[in-house]
Nanobody
Framework: EVQLAESGGGWVQPGGSLRLSCVASGLPFDDYAIGWFRQAPGEEREGVACLTGSDGATYYARSVKDRFTISSDKAKRTVYLQMNSLKSEDTDVYYC???????????????????RGQGTQITVSS
């Protein structure tokens, strides 16, 4: 059974940092792209940061580039999202997702997700 389990959400002041973790169990890491998406109620989903499981190539949405970093630890089957210089507009529900046989860029730009986690709330406010 495939499971994607996120952790690390919460509240932070503008300018602060948070790190999200996603443990991906039950899927062959190298065969998937894994990434982070965010979506608020009534808004469109945005692919925030994605990576290609086989080679670790990364892709970032323009809105988070140079502030967020996606990385992976294959031994722990975990993908991280380090979020720095957070802004109020980053407030959202963030979830981890996986898509078979694609690249991180393709997954973020035109997702056809095979699996997703439950999501974790990020709130940026003073």
């Amino acid at each position: 059974e495939v499971q994607l389990a996120e952790s690390g959400g919460g509240w932070v002041q503008p300018g602060g940092s948070l790190r999200l973790s996603c443990v991906a169990s039950g899927l062959p890491f190298d065969d998937y792209a894994i990434g982070w998406f965010r979506q608020a109620p009534g808004e469109e989903r945005e692919g925030v940061a994605c990576l290609t499981g086989s080679d670790g190539a990364t892709y970032y949405a323009r809105s988070v580039k140079d502030r967020f970093t996606i990385s992976s630890d294959k031994a722990k089957r975990t993908v991280y999202l380090q979020m720095n210089s957070l802004k109020s507009e980053d407030t959202d529900v963030y979830y981890c997702a996986a898509e078979l046989g694609t690249t991180g860029q393709a997954m973020c730009v035109n997702p056809a997700l095979d699996y997703r986690g439950q999501g974790t709330q990020i709130t940026v406010s003073s």
